[in-house]
């Protein structure tokens, strides 16, 4: 059993070498209590390894930073810094692998415009279609529960990735025309997201932006977050995306469509929605018109 964890970390390792082949000590007698309990963590948090320290690792794993040392060099690292070089590869590895763009257009059999247009209006009907069963059963009482929850958090991390920042901007921006102070985090900087996560206190409000293909450390780091007992709020695409689990709040919008992993129409519109809901709270009657006019573009 302790050589097969030592297999599998040492697959996970060579994994990581993005080229580089690896020279791992073949020093296989057998691992500690403390050294198992080292080798589990770094397999089930292979993304934190990039970017946590020495002495949070230490922390974590419930074991001293001499012990943690030893355990690098057992794996034929002389330091720490090189295990979490070579764990930092393979996380942006994995990140570039889960969320590269790939589709595959329909094979068009002539160069007819007839047969584009076709396809564009199957396109426009299936949005239609979408849209229309994503408004007539949308959940009002969860975005009136998303508003009250942002209205009352002193700070709001928007967490986004890849095609997920162009909502999450857009959602900042809401937010600061009503004051309310936010900022948007890049999940893909994971030394500012990790620095984040750490500092999160009562008072805050965490919103995660999590569509397919879905971000490959976002389940960890929402864990993460969910241990900070603050309040998290995922806008995504199904309540089994993997940062719903580790969420207080979900706000459900169908992003399928045919040529790309996703639409931005019912997520934006989501937003639009939640958004209106926060004016409607925020301004009163008497003054919403004012409040229109002084909007920028």
């Given at each position: 059993m302790q050589?097969?964890?030592?297999?599998?970390?040492?697959?996970?390792?060579?994994?990581?070498?993005?080229?580089?082949l690896?020279?791992?000590?073949?020093?296989?007698?057998?691992?500690?209590?403390?050294?198992?309990?080292?080798?589990?963590?770094?397999?089930?948090?292979?993304?934190?390894?990039?970017?946590?320290?020495?002495?949070?690792?230490?922390?974590?794993?419930?074991?001293s930073e001499l012990t943690l040392l030893r355990f690098c060099q057992k794996l034929g690292y002389s330091n720490f810094l090189d295990l979490k070089e070579q764990f930092r590869d393979y996380t942006q590895k994995m990140i570039k692998q889960a969320s590269s763009s790939s589709f595959f257009l329909p094979e068009r059999t002539s160069g007819e415009d007839t047969e584009r247009e076709q396809m564009l209006h199957e396109i426009c009907n299936t949005e239609a279609a979408v849209f229309s069963d994503f408004i007539t059963n949308i959940?009002?009482?969860?975005?009136?529960?998303?508003?009250?929850?942002i209205r009352k958090s002193t700070r709001i991390y928007i967490f986004a990735?890849?095609?997920?920042?162009?909502?999450?901007?857009?959602?900042?921006?809401?937010?600061?025309?009503?004051?309310?102070?936010?900022?948007?985090?890049?999940?893909?900087?994971?030394?500012v997201t990790q620095k984040i996560i750490q500092q999160l206190t009562d008072g805050d409000l965490v919103i995660f932006f999590s569509f397919p293909r879905y971000y490959?450390?976002?389940?960890?780091?929402?864990?993460?977050?969910?241990?900070?007992?603050v309040p998290i709020l995922t806008i995504t695409?199904?309540?089994?995306?993997?940062a719903a689990a580790h969420s207080t709040?979900?706000?459900?919008?169908?992003?399928?469509?045919?040529?790309?992993?996703?639409?931005?129409?019912?997520?934006?519109?989501?937003?639009?929605?939640?958004?209106?809901?926060?004016?409607?709270?925020?301004?009163?009657?008497?003054?919403?018109?004012?409040?229109?006019?002084?909007?920028?573009?």
């Open positions: 050589e097969l964890i030592v297999n599998i970390l040492l697959s996970v390792v060579i994994l990581t070498a993005a080229g580089l690896l020279v791992v000590g073949r020093r296989k007698n057998g691992m500690t209590k403390k050294q198992k309990t080292i080798a589990d963590y770094l397999i089930a948090n292979p993304e934190e390894i990039s970017y946590i320290t020495l002495a949070q690792l230490s922390h974590q794993t419930g074991t959940n009002l009482e969860s975005v009136i529960k998303a508003s009250d929850e990735h890849d095609i997920s920042l162009v909502p999450g901007k857009f959602l900042q921006s809401r937010l600061e025309i009503l004051y309310l102070n936010s900022a948007l985090i890049d999940l893909s900087d994971l030394e490959f450390p976002i389940g960890n780091i929402a864990k993460k977050a969910a241990k900070s007992g695409d199904s309540d089994t995306s993997p709040l979900l706000l459900l919008c169908p992003t399928s469509t045919k040529l790309f992993y996703n639409s931005m129409t019912a997520p934006m519109a989501m937003l639009n929605i939640l958004a209106s809901c926060l004016v409607i709270d925020s301004v009163s009657p008497s003054e919403r018109q004012i409040f229109i006019d002084t909007l920028p573009s």
